[in-house]
Nanobody, 135 residues
């Protein structure tokens, strides 16, 4: 059964870096659009970055210039490189994957406008990986 799993979270100080990994199982990741989302305690899940279609990449304003999303089809993985981390980047980070084009566009829009996403909004969600940034 197709599913995704995140890894790479951890604890860092402000200004530090982490690389999150989203591994796709049971389906060719090249057929999917991939999004990274995060949820801080007491807040809604928000879009961070997305990779849609043939290479359209989008970022939330809060992470532009600091985070980079990429993918490696040969490894069936996607990555989120996070640099210059801030306290407000703390949260549980989730990878989402989607095969349906309209929902891929919705994923991209969610990221661009900084909207929230529910845990059932896209086809595949991982269980999340915790990122904690401290001063």
């Amino acid at each position: 059964q197709a599913h995704v799993a995140e890894s790479g979270g951890g604890s860092v100080q402000t200004g530090g870096s982490l690389r999150l990994v989203c591994t796709v199982f049971g389906v060719n990741s090249s057929d999917l659009c991939i999004g990274w989302f995060r949820q801080a305690p007491g807040k809604e899940r928000e879009g961070v970055a997305s990779f849609v279609g043939g290479g359209t990449i989008s970022y939330a304003d809060s992470v532009k210039g600091r985070f980079t999303i990429s993918r490696d089809p040969a490894k069936n993985t996607a990555y989120l490189e996070m640099n210059n981390l801030k306290l407000e980047d703390t949260g549980m980070y989730y990878c989402a994957a989607e095969s349906r084009f309209p929902e891929c566009i919705r994923m991209q829009t969610t990221v661009i406008v900084g909207a929230s996403a529910s845990a059932t909004e896209f086809q595949f969600w991982g269980k999340g990986t915790q990122v904690t940034v401290s001063s």
